[in-house]
């Protein structure tokens, strides 16, 4: 079946300092991807969604500025977190969506706690 | 606004019995009206999926039922086991495009 691969799968950085977390589809192409934030005990809210070749489209009150979203080829995209604070600690996942069969696939996840 | 709506927020149910989430919709052009598993630290793993056109779908143990002039499908899970504790989100789509989710339903099989 589609996997998809997230990492790190957790990660702990130092206020002020940037993450970048990476979600690449392993056995199918993926034009778009989704990512997502999750609080504890609470559902997935959609951040952004990113099409391959193209600038990611964020939801509202997302920064984008804070929130660099990178899709540059068929299998890879990257969030990175920029000056992260103690607030951006959340479960942050992804999806991607099967070029071919329309099928999602979500990755595993990342735990990002700033310190 | 919330597209999807789901209750309960949480459900216990003891082994062997049925647990029954449910969930409504108002978008009628969702087509696609899927359940997620997620356990603690991991990421959502599709569990089952219907579309419209089909009022019940089965896959072993899980059970989706749609109502389509009610905007309502529920999960049923037989057999209920310690195994299937778990956070259950039901969400929808259009055209294959960004999913809705529910609020989720925290379930958990006691022995």
């Known amino acids: 079946g589609a996997v998809v691969s997230q990492h790190p799968s957790w990660v702990i950085c130092k206020s002020g300092t940037s993450v970048k977390i990476e979600c690449r589809s392993l056995?199918?192409?993926?034009?778009?991807m989704f990512w997502y934030r999750q609080f504890p005990k609470q559902s997935l809210m959609l951040m952004a969604t990113?099409?391959?070749?193209?600038?990611?489209?964020?939801e509202q009150g997302v920064e984008k500025d804070k929130f660099l979203i990178n899709h540059a080829s068929l299998t890879l995209s990257t969030l990175t977190v920029t000056s992260a604070h103690p607030e951006d600690s959340s479960f942050y996942i992804c999806s991607a969506r099967d070029q071919g069969t329309y099928g999602y696939t979500f990755g595993s996840g990342t735990r990002l706690t700033v310190v | 606004q919330q597209q999807v709506k789901q209750s309960p927020q949480s459900l216990i149910v003891q082994k062997g019995g049925i647990s029954i989430i449910n969930c409504a919709y108002e978008?009628?052009?969702?087509?696609?009206f899927p359940w997620y598993q997620q356990f603690p630290g991991k990421g959502p793993a599709l569990l089952i999926a219907i579309r419209p056109d089909v009022s019940e779908k089965k896959e072993g143990r899980f059970t989706i039922s749609f109502n389509k002039s009610a905007k309502q499908f529920s999960l049923h899970i037989m057999d209920s086991q310690p195994g299937d504790s778990a956070t259950y989100f039901c969400?929808?789509?259009?055209?294959?495009?960004?999913?809705?989710f529910g609020t989720g339903t925290s379930l958990t099989v006691i022995p």
């Open positions: 990113s099409n391959e070749g193209s600038k990611a489209t964020y």
């Open positions: 969400a929808a789509s259009m055209a294959g495009n960004q999913f809705y």
């Open positions: 978008n009628t052009a969702f087509d696609y």
């Open positions: 056995d199918f192409q993926a034009t778009t």
